[in-house]
């Protein structure tokens, strides 16, 4: 049974000033979200990344609170699938009130001036 629903749309240029601190990225995202290139993929990479983040929060009903921002991440497959890791203190209040074994399902996308997330979680 699904619990919670949740999306997030971001201006992606809002990260072209993130990048260039490693400090705001290292307060937000979890070491294995970081990534290295070009600034153009960089800003998309970290704006969906961000706007996941957001959307669980939102799917799980709590808004940020009871959380660190990199106890939620996004790992991806080599073949490009994004998975919607939950760690931490996040797992914790997912498990509370969503019952252990909760699936979390998410999907990102961008375009041009926006990255957005859906992410969906289920009951476990």
């Not at 971001?10 to 993130?18: C, D, G, L, P």
């Not at 660190?68 to 073949?79: A, E, M, R």
Request: net charge positive.
């Amino acid at each position: 049974m699904i619990f919670g629903i949740g999306v997030d749309i971001i201006r992606i240029s809002r990260f072209e000033k993130w990048i260039k601190n490693p400090d705001i990225l290292k307060r937000f995202f979890n070491p294995a979200e970081m990534a290295s290139g070009e600034t153009e993929v960089l800003t998309q990479h970290y704006a969906a990344r961000f706007a996941a983040k957001e959307a669980f929060s939102k799917a799980l009903g709590t808004g940020v609170v009871g959380f660190g921002l990199k106890d939620v991440y996004i790992q991806t497959y080599s073949n490009g699938k994004p998975e919607l890791v939950v760690t931490g203190k996040a797992l914790e209040l997912m498990d509370g009130i969503c019952g252990r074994g909760a699936r979390v399902f998410v999907s990102l996308s961008h375009e041009k001036e926006y990255a957005v997330a859906n992410v969906v979680i289920e009951r476990g």
